[in-house]
């Protein structure tokens, strides 16, 4: 009975661990697609309603799913409570305790930190430029992620499962 | 009798587990990987055979008086 139980946990914990390295793989391209509408809703408040960056920060926190619109509250707060903190510093704040929770590989926090150094900073036209590539650039990432979770999301499942059985087999 | 045939038993288990890790593996296009597990399974079980070749040869060396 006790060796049973054993097993059981033994095999519920290395399932675990392969579901959670799985759902890394899993969470990040949904991440990326977040943030890449968050662009596409960033340039459509700046180009068309001109809408001063901490509302719009906020507007698009309020329409996003929840892990996309963490950051963009934090941003708008960064900027409205701070003065006189400029929206390079209040991105990059907000990036850097996003990127301790998120699932987001460094490439695309770069992504992501290149476009915090250029926002704010110049005339609409030029935020679109800079709004529209750092979206491509996301977009291309996307992709990529996809694939890979395609082909690790089923391996590290199975393989958590398989592990704990092994070692179950080897122990019993 | 009975703890050969548990040990037999195990030894399958872990062949048929191991040939599904290494399918797995090698369909992801991980094959080096494969290749790591089919190892391990390999020296898993060769370390459980090994102690009941050690017994073996004990007995023949007393039936023979081989000391």
């Known amino acids: 009975m006790l060796k049973l139980i054993g097993a059981l946990l033994i095999i519920s914990a290395t399932g675990l661990a392969g579901w959670s390295v799985a759902r890394e793989y899993a969470r990040r391209p949904v991440e990326l697609k977040q943030f890449i509408t968050a662009l596409q809703m960033l340039e459509t408040e700046i180009i068309y309603a001109a809408t001063p960056l901490p509302e719009a920060f906020g507007k698009i926190a309020e329409q996003l799913e929840p892990q996309a619109a963490s950051f963009f509250r934090q941003a708008a707060g960064e900027l409205a409570s701070r003065q006189g903190c400029s929206a390079r510093e209040a991105w990059h704040r907000a990036l850097d305790s996003y990127a301790a929770r998120s699932a987001l590989a460094r490439g695309d926090l770069s992504i992501l930190r290149g476009l915090g150094g250029n926002i704010g900073i110049s005339d609409r036209d030029d935020q679109v430029k800079h709004l529209r590539l750092a979206a491509e650039q996301l977009k291309a990432a996307c992709a990529a992620a996809e694939s890979l979770a395609d082909k690790n999301v089923k391996l590290w499942h199975y393989l958590g499962l398989l592990g704990g059985l092994l070692v179950v087999l080897a122990l019993y | ?67």
Request: charge should be positive; proline fraction near 0%.
């Open chain 2, 1 to 67: 009798m009975g703890a050969n045939v548990d040990l037999i038993f195990k030894i399958a288990g872990i062949g048929i587990l191991v040939a599904v890790a290494h399918m797995i593996l090698k369909n992801s296009g991980k094959e080096d990987y494969g290749f790591a597990v089919t190892l391990t399974g390999i020296a898993l079980v060769l370390i459980m055979v090994i102690q009941m070749l050690g017994t073996l040869f004990d007995q023949v060396k007393s039936v023979f008086k081989l000391f």
